[in-house]
């Protein structure tokens, strides 16, 4: 196809929405992508990339909204790149996530339509945010605290951000004003906060300083008059540093609730309510045939591992994260759970390592965006009976999946999850059964 010229397109009408949350419209045969519109929108934009079959744009004139818009709540939405669909109201964000979920799963998969669950959405469609990481940076105008601009990393500046705990809101105001001030605040390149069910928070910054001794005695003054748990690190994970505070916050999942901890550096879902209605999804799943020996990967505090637990003879848990094991076995004292066992390596090779002496009747996966293809195809060969996935990116879910639906497993159902409105991504657990 021929590169679209000139570069400027007039008119375009947005058609739908694409992974991604772009909208999607067509020119001269192309399809082109264009950010912050809606279905219905006619748009003036101008092309930004042109690849073989398709051209990323950007607004420059809305010639006519769509029917769908709505004002967005937050001042710097379409500049900062956290959210990319606060101009739709929250039903319509349901339905076009549960659209391109199922498109998914018929087109790349060829899921039967009957198995795939409607999508869950949000008990919150702001304030819902239990974590975040803040860019920081410091300027003639001062210490700026805010998001990187979509595809870039320029901080935008941000008072109050509506998705994230009011908690989290206030506490990033303590710590710009306490940082800000200061001589340290150009070593400042990142915040990073936490707010757990019983509403205590806790931050760790980031610090590049050669003073950082200095600098930490800074912050405990602010901990002192703030109650917040407060971290510095200056490094990797290893390097993280306690300043005052609770090591751990806790989270509630399961009935009766499971208290569970996570430290600083260590993994929670950060929409905590629909975290436990995933949980609750994962228990109804199994209660009426319950499994008998259970392999967690990617298991993190035990977030899956020990609900399953009540339910199971036996429960293994892998993760790579040294200091999130440590969580989890105390996790299981603090619960009073002795039928599970947490080990410190990678996933890959797991499954066939704790299979040798005695098969394992479900496995329970919940990787990173990246997916877990080398642990997908190790399954196929280890082949345990069942196999729940829970994925935080449909393109690497239907990656995933293939080996195993190539290989004698069925997609029994899957059911998407919205834990980040106003965003594009969705969350889902997959239910596969060996045939």
Not at 81 to 96: F, I, K, N, P, R
Not at 245 to 254: A, F, Q, R, W, Y
Not at 260 to 283: D, H, K, T
Not at 345 to 362: C, F, H, K, M, W
Request: aromatic fraction near 8%.
């Amino acid at each position: 196809m021929m590169d679209i010229k000139p570069d400027s397109i007039n008119n375009l009408l947005i058609e739908s929405l694409a992974y991604g949350g772009n909208g999607l419209g067509h020119y001269k045969g192309k399809v082109v992508f264009v950010p912050y519109t809606a279905p219905g929108d006619r748009v003036q934009c101008r092309v930004v990339r042109q690849k073989k079959r398709y051209v990323e744009a950007r607004a420059e004139r809305l010639i006519a909204p769509s029917e769908y818009r709505r004002p967005a709540v937050c001042p710097v939405f379409g500049q900062c790149g956290g959210c990319q669909w606060q101009h739709l109201s929250y039903e319509d964000q349901c339905a076009w996530k549960e659209r391109i979920f199922q498109d998914f799963l018929l087109r790349k998969v060829g899921m039967d339509p009957a198995g795939i669950r409607p999508m869950v959405p949000s008990a919150k469609e702001w304030g819902y945010r239990s974590r975040v990481q803040f860019k920081c940076l410091n300027t003639p105008e001062g210490f700026q605290v805010g998001f990187y601009r979509r595809g870039s990393h320029y901080v935008i500046p941000v008072e109050h951000c509506p998705v994230i705990h009011p908690s989290l809101n206030q506490a990033k105001e303590q710590l710009r004003s306490c940082i800000g001030s200061t001589r340290w605040a150009g070593t400042v390149p990142q915040i990073d906060l936490a707010v757990d069910d019983q509403e205590r928070v806790r931050c760790v910054v980031h610090c590049l300083a050669q003073d950082v001794e200095r600098f930490v005695d800074h912050l405990k003054a602010l901990a002192a008059s703030s109650d917040m748990a407060v971290f510095v690190q200056t490094g990797r994970k290893n390097s993280l540093r306690h300043v005052c505070g609770s090591l751990e916050l806790i989270i509630e999942v399961d009935t009766p609730r499971l208290r569970l901890g996570y430290g600083p550096g260590g993994f929670a879902q950060i929409n905590l309510a629909q975290n436990r209605a995933m949980v609750r999804e994962v228990i109804r799943a199994l209660v009426s045939d319950p499994p008998t020996r259970v392999l967690d990967l990617f298991c993190g505090m035990g977030n899956f591992s020990l609900p399953v637990a009540r339910l199971a003879q036996e429960v293994i848990g892998v993760e790579a994260y040294g200091q999130s094991i440590e969580m989890a076995r105390l996790n299981a004292r603090l619960n009073g759970m002795d039928n599970v066992r947490f080990f410190t390596r990678e996933s890959y090779g797991a499954a066939t390592i704790y299979s040798q002496n005695e098969p394992v009747d479900l496995v329970i996966l919940d990787p990173p965006r990246s997916g877990a293809y080398d642990v997908v195809r190790e399954l196929v060969s280890v082949r345990p009976g069942r196999i729940l996935y829970i994925s935080c990116d449909p393109p690497t879910l239907v990656r995933d999946l293939q080996p195993l639906l190539n290989n004698g497993y069925q997609a029994v159902w899957s059911r998407p999850f919205d834990l980040f409105p106003h965003t594009h991504h969705t969350e889902s657990i997959t239910m596969l059964k060996r045939e």
